[in-house]
């Protein structure tokens, strides 16, 4: 994908993009010059260089019950973010277990489930 190279100030609610530079060079003497920063953007030519995809989270209680499900989806431009495939990817919270998944969320309740089971039998000495 191709970049474009942008002088930006402030941070936060105060930031802004001063101008997009043709190179970086030129956006670094500008950057120097009003005493800005150079960042640099992915350059969108075509809707193939986006990305769109669901990650669904189910927290199950320690008694078995399920506390909540919710999803996340990521979208964005440029490449897809560096992530595993969150097919036994769980996490202990002091009220149960959360899953993850990437496919649907009764995948996600069954991680959690399943990592539950197993924490349980380990405490139990199984």
């Known amino acids: 994908m191709k970049k474009i190279w942008g ?3 402030g941070d936060y609610s105060d930031y802004s993009v001063c101008c997009l530079c043709s190179s970086e060079e030129l956006a670094k003497e500008l950057a120097a010059k009003l ?3 150079v960042e640099e953007f992915p350059y969108v030519e075509s809707m193939d260089d986006s990305y769109e995809f669901t990650i669904y989270y189910a927290e199950v209680n320690f008694d078995g019950t399920t506390h909540r499900t919710w ?5 964005g431009v440029g490449e897809i973010p ?3 495939p969150y097919e036994s990817a769980y996490a202990a919270t002091n009220k149960g277990v959360i899953g993850y998944s990437h496919r649907s969320p009764e995948a996600a309740l069954r991680v959690a489930i ?3 089971t197993a924490k349980q039998a380990k405490e139990a000495g199984f």
């Open 7 to 9: 002088v930006s100030d």
């Open 114 to 116: 399943d990592h539950l």
């Open 35 to 37: 005493g800005y920063r």
């Open 71 to 75: 999803e996340y989806v990521s979208r």
């Open 82 to 84: 560096e992530f595993r």
